[in-house]
């Protein structure tokens, strides 16, 4: 091998150091990021320039935007690789997409639809209706649907199905109902304690009597051992009506009528006697039981009275012969006795557990029988309520052995439903206000408690009293409950208020009833 001549070294040293020179600037360049990438494809707005054919850098310059040019135009250019290299291919956008991102279908999503929507909101012009409807039949026809309801942006194609057998665990979040807005109701605020309390002294704690009674006139009756007392809600006044002659008689029960001038006193000497509570003096003693009278119950002029015998008698007030019917149904104690608000049954509890419901008239035979009686109490039944709103509906409540409360519909003699008090059953009140009832309790709680009709669910509870609760009895207006227990006090609860809206529109309606006219009592 022939020795390179000086000239021929001297060539390719100034070559070896050109290469290593451009080595070095394309390792610059690379290591730079505001410097374009050879070999790469043009940029967006590169492309555009060519599309439009507006002057501009050539792509195969390299240069990046709004960036000044770093290298000479002229016709020698630096070589742009190392010599004795090949050429690298040029780097092209691969036509397939990858697995790992989602990328939109721009096709489907009829942007010139959407371009059309857009631009047609800012048009303020005003069409007449035969104009939009006869644009609306050209957009069905023309593209298979109504452009005032397409959305600018939609998803396009078929949701896919869920696998066989998934269970979405989030469905009770969105598939639960709603309650409307015009079924919910704001609970009413009832006040847990009494407004009132009154001293009842030497009030009898007997289960079987009947010892309080409120008439239309808002005249509240007391029978307190020997003495009856008046007490005047409106004015407070007490009046004492009357005192038994015989110190060991006493009053078993008191009953106002209908219209709230005359009330009526059984004794325990077997004796039922008329007042008239305005002029404060007795108009008839009746004398038909052998036992003492304690229940009580009025039917326009009929008086009925229950006995502890079992017999409960009708009462003519108007006759001198007064006893016009006797009921025998039961073997015990009568200690629970209700007309119903239209007349046509009278509803009788004994200490024998039975509830009897009485027709107002005889059978064919001359005498009185029982259309149902109710066997399924398992103790002494004495509260009894008739439903105000629905006549053939009644509530009856049964004593320690028992402890519930049963709904009847007397017509058909089933029992429309059952709840458990937990404890003895005293009295039983319906609301004239709102679909409820209302019951006083004995041991252990003393309670009253507030029912919501017909479900049976417990409102509230009224503490208070120390001992049972004997009766209840409820105002004229229906807003405020009298309890008395053998605590030796009355408690008024106010329950039952009325929205005042509500109470305008009751008091219009009864202003428009009749009146009823009172017969006099002979």
């Not at 004796?271 to 004398?287: A, G, H, I, S, Y």
Request: aromatic share 8%.
């Amino acid at each position: 091998m022939l020795p390179l001549s000086r000239a021929a070294r001297a060539s390719a040293a100034e070559r070896s150091a050109m290469a290593q020179f451009v080595f070095e600037a394309d390792l610059h360049g690379l290591l730079k990021l505001d410097t374009p990438i050879p070999n790469a494809p043009p940029a967006r707005w590169q492309r555009k320039a060519k599309e439009s054919g507006a002057p501009g850098p050539s792509p195969a310059a390299g240069l990046s935007p709004m960036k000044p040019a770093n290298r000479s135009h002229s016709s020698s250019k630096t070589p742009s690789r190392t010599p004795g290299k090949s050429g690298s291919k040029i780097q092209s956008t691969p036509t397939k997409a990858g697995g790992d991102r989602y990328i939109p279908n721009r096709s489907t999503m009829q942007m010139e639809m959407a371009n059309f929507l857009l631009t047609k909101e800012n048009d303020s012009a005003e069409e007449s209706p035969t104009k939009k409807e006869q644009q609306k039949a050209w957009a069905v026809n023309l593209n298979g649907f109504d452009i005032e309801e397409t959305k600018i942006l939609r998803l396009s194609g078929k949701p896919q199905n869920a696998p066989e057998g998934y269970q979405n665990n989030l469905k009770v979040l969105y598939s639960q109902k709603i309650t409307p807005g015009s079924s919910r109701k704001n609970g009413r605020y009832i006040p847990s304690m009494p407004d009132r309390i009154l001293d009842a002294p030497e009030i009898r704690n007997d289960y079987y009597l009947n010892l309080i009674d409120w008439s239309s006139q808002n005249f509240l009756a007391v029978a307190l051992d020997n003495s009856v007392y008046l007490w005047n809600h409106s004015s407070g006044e007490i009046i004492q009506l009357l005192q038994m002659d015989h110190p060991d008689d006493y009053a078993c029960s008191v009953s106002w009528i209908t219209g709230g001038h005359y009330l009526a006193v059984g004794t325990s000497n077997a004796e039922v006697q008329l007042w008239d509570v305005q002029q404060q003096k007795r108009l008839r003693n009746m004398t038909s039981h052998s036992s003492r009278v304690g229940s009580l119950s009025w039917n326009s002029y009929i008086l009925s009275s229950g006995a502890r015998t079992g017999h409960i008698h009708h009462h003519d007030v108007r006759v001198a012969e007064h006893h016009v019917a006797t009921l025998a149904g039961h073997t015990q104690e009568v200690c629970g006795l209700k007309w119903s608000p239209d007349g046509r049954y009278l509803a009788s509890g004994g200490n024998d557990n039975l509830v009897n419901i009485w027709p107002c008239t005889q059978g064919d035979s001359g005498d009185f029988a029982p259309v149902q009686t109710f066997t399924q109490h398992q103790g002494a039944v004495k509260a009894v309520a008739w439903c105000p709103w629905q006549s053939n509906v009644l509530a009856t409540g049964g004593g320690t052995s028992d402890r519930h409360i049963r709904i009847w519909n007397v017509c058909s003699g089933t029992c429309l439903s059952a709840v458990d008090a937990h404890s003895q059953v005293c009295s039983i009140l319906w609301s004239t206000n709102y679909k409820e009832l209302i019951s006083g309790h004995g041991f252990a709680q003393n309670q009253l408690v507030i029912w919501k009709y017909p479900t049976m669910a417990k409102v509230t509870e009224l503490r208070g009293h120390t001992a049972r609760v004997l009766n209840l009895t409820m105002s004229p207006d229906g807003v405020t409950v009298a309890s008395a227990a053998a605590d030796e006090t009355l408690r008024l609860w106010r329950c039952f208020e009325m929205d005042p809206i509500k109470k305008k529109e009751k008091e219009k309606a009864n202003a428009a009833k009749s009146s009823i006219i009172h017969q006099g009592i002979r």
